[in-house]
């Protein structure tokens, strides 16, 4: 659908209206296996994108954990498979090590003045994720994809990235990537509000011309 969608911005023939657009989607994708119209995954990208749900689902989990408390919890709740990378992979750059972890164990036999060299910060542990029962389930439906994440900050920890950081290179391995910084905001929070409200004082303008 994406060759579709190029196509139809280079031609300058690309509809302005939603269901327009749905049966462009739809002509190019075909029929879809699925029990659903071929046209709500590429809205469903294009939500995501708009609204910078990734991002901001980033930024919130690590402003969220700079703020917490020592033995502070998060809970996230993901519906789908790309959410449930994005929080695996923030909890992973804030890991806790623990003391049996095989990596800590060898720095410990083989070069002890590294792991004394490790630096403390806080770091997160994560429980076993949560699935809904079955009577949720029957109650409520959507809650099918649901899954519960809970993170547990530690304040005063030793986070399994620094002692990879610190053993690859005695290992002859590359070295591994930094904790990445929270995106950029670049939304434009205050310009919508502001179309938001002069679209809502237009309306009321001419409601009470009538």
Known sequence: DRHALCLAVAEK???STTKAFAALVAAAKGKEYQAMHPAKLTFQALRIHLNQEFDEMRRGMRA???VMID???LGVLTWKHSECAILVDFHRHFEVVQPMQPLLKWMRSNHPEKENAL???WGLTMDDAQRPSEREMRDNSRSRSAILH???KVDAGRRLADVERLAYPLLGWAPPPDAPKP???TFKYEAAIAGRDEHR????EKKEKK
Not at 201 to 204: D, L, T
């Open 13 to 15: 023939r690309l509809p």
């Open 64 to 66: 969220a954990a700079e």
């Open 71 to 73: 033995g502070g919890r």
């Open 119 to 121: 630096p403390t910060a």
């Open 150 to 152: 809970v993170l547990r």
């Open 183 to 185: 995106p950029p905001v």
């Open 201 to 204: 004082k237009e309306k009321k």
